[in-house]
T-cell receptor, first 112, second 114 residues
Framework: RKEVEQDPGPFNVPEGATVAFNCTYS??????FFWYRQDCRKEPKLLMS???SGNEDGRFTAQLNRASQYISLLIRDSKLSDSATYLC?????????????FGRGTSLIVHP | NAGVTQTPKFRVLKTGQSMTLLCAQD?????MYWYRQDPGMGLRLIHY???????AKGEVPDGYNVSRLKKQNFLLGLESAAPSQTSVYFC?????????????FGNGTRLTVT
């Protein structure tokens, strides 16, 4: 089983739609969780950290479910500019290894 | 704020040539990483460093060497380039033991080996 798994998509949605992605992780000792956005093989850019209590940034909401070991990203009122690949990143907290693990990304296409 | 800077941005090599990619960060981060990204493969960790003078192998280290002589710089070397090393290379840095401290990426180096 991969350490961090994401549905590669693509998710093809109309403008204005609400779309949600999940990301599962296998290391229960993970301590930090992030969503990154990547456009067309440019560098990944931090979209938002994911906090235990869940957090919101405008149209984006991230949640963490430690019991089921997944994080989610909800995008409301999708814009054409939201089209990108969304990467899930998980950092462990134990064993002296803090090397982040990336999912392979979920592709989102927002169409008019 | 410069953040993480990679040079060069583009390079074309012939098979067998060598080159060094430079990554520099000005955030005093302890950890630095080199990734490669190929279509459909996601980011794959080549080598990483947990501090000045240290390096370690990642997921796909073969054909690459690295050095971290100074804390702010992490060099990735290709001794004898192969077409299979055609890829986009990203450098990143972080302080991962700080909860919710993210990775910061450079702009990438697009390498073609013919």
């Amino acid at each position: 089983r991969k350490e961090v798994e994401q549905d590669p998509g693509p998710f093809n949605v109309p403008e204005g739609a609400t779309v949600a992605f999940n990301c599962t992780y296998s290391n229960s000792a993970s301590q930090s969780f992030f969503w990154y956005r990547q456009d067309c093989r440019k560098e990944p850019k931090l979209l938002m950290s994911v906090y235990s209590s869940g957090n919101e940034d405008g149209r984006f909401t991230a949640q963490l479910n430690r019991a089921s070991q997944y994080i989610s990203l909800l995008i409301r009122d999708s814009k054409l500019s939201d089209s990108a690949t969304y990467l899930c990143v998980v950092t462990p907290s134990s064993g002296g290894s803090y090397i982040p693990t990336f999912g392979r990304g979920t592709s989102l296409i927002v169409h008019p | 704020n410069a953040g993480v800077t990679q040079t060069p941005k583009f390079r074309v090599l012939k098979t067998g040539q060598s080159m060094t990619l430079l990554c520099a960060q000005d955030m005093n981060h302890e950890y630095m990483y080199w990734y490669r990204q190929d279509p459909g493969m996601g980011l794959r960790l080549i080598h990483y460093s947990v501090g000045e003078g240290t390096t370690a192998k990642g997921e796909v280290p073969d054909g690459y060497n690295v050095s971290r002589l100074k804390k702010q710089n992490f060099l990735l070397g290709l001794e004898s380039a192969a077409p299979s090393q055609t890829s986009v290379y990203f450098c990143a840095s972080s302080v991962p033991w700080q909860t919710n401290s993210p990775l910061h990426f450079g702009n990438g180096t697009r390498l073609t080996v013919t």
